[in-house]
């Protein structure tokens, strides 16, 4: 008999530098964060000279994570063009929005589909979406928290947590975001990223870039509804 693991399930709290800047840092528990990404990290002086003066406040950019392995996920969050994805300088991963978003590899093939969660519906404080791959078999649910109270977590969805998040990080899972500094408003609170079943390091990766283009960049992967 197959023993049932917990899902793992990682927070990405929305933070702001002095700067401006936002910052996502993502955790799973007590110890180091599984990554931290800043936003215009990976870009140039002009565009982290716009972030200072309020001109990209959750919006385009190259936003740099730095995962605890020392992995490096660039997410080239675009306006109307797809987003672009990039792991240690190798390109794994374009994003295209619409009604559902299309998540392709390096080679054109699609790999992910991003959608409606058709079991949990979406509220003002959170919005709810399936990660799918190809054959349409589940990868993640992200939740996208847009308002404090979206940190909330029903007791329905603790049971399906798992007892040991609930006894290990129940704690990490409430919190209200990051202390926020810099002088713009955040508008997008932060993620909580649930894998029901084990994923590579390279596929969780791609997963917390998918949550930066959610966060720093403000996409809208569902669009229409």
Not at 20 to 49: I, S
Not at 68 to 81: C, F, L, P, Q
Not at 105 to 112: M, P
Request: glycine share 14%; with cysteine.
């Amino acid at each position: 008999m197959l023993e049932k693991t917990s899902p793992q399930v990682i927070v990405g709290r929305v933070g702001r530098r002095a700067s401006n800047a936002l910052t996502v840092e993502f955790t799973d528990g007590p110890g180091a964060p599984v990554a931290t990404a800043k936003q215009g990290g990976a870009g140039g002086f002009g565009g982290r000279f716009a972030i200072a003066l309020g001109l990209r406040n959750h919006g385009p950019g190259r936003h740099l994570s730095v995962t605890r392995e020392g992995d490096r996920i660039v997410t080239d969050s675009g306006y109307n063009s797809p987003s672009v994805i990039t792991r240690n300088s190798e390109p794994a991963l374009s994003v295209t929005c619409g009604g559902f978003t299309r998540v392709c590899g390096a080679d054109g093939v699609e790999r992910f589909r991003v959608e409606r969660d058709p079991d949990r519906a979406s509220t003002s404080d959170v919005d709810r979406m399936l990660v799918v791959d190809a054959r349409g078999m589940r990868v993640a649910l992200i939740e996208v928290i847009l308002a404090r109270t979206g940190w909330t977590i029903r007791p329905g969805d603790l049971l399906d947590l798992g007892l040991s998040v609930a006894n290990d990080g129940l704690l990490g899972l409430l919190g209200d975001g990051s202390p926020r500094n810099g002088s713009l408003p955040i508008r997008i609170l932060g993620t909580r990223l649930i894998i029901p079943a084990p994923v590579s390091l390279e596929e969780r990766d791609l997963l917390l870039g998918l949550c930066v283009d959610l966060t720093i960049g403000g996409r809208d992967y569902v669009v229409g509804d």
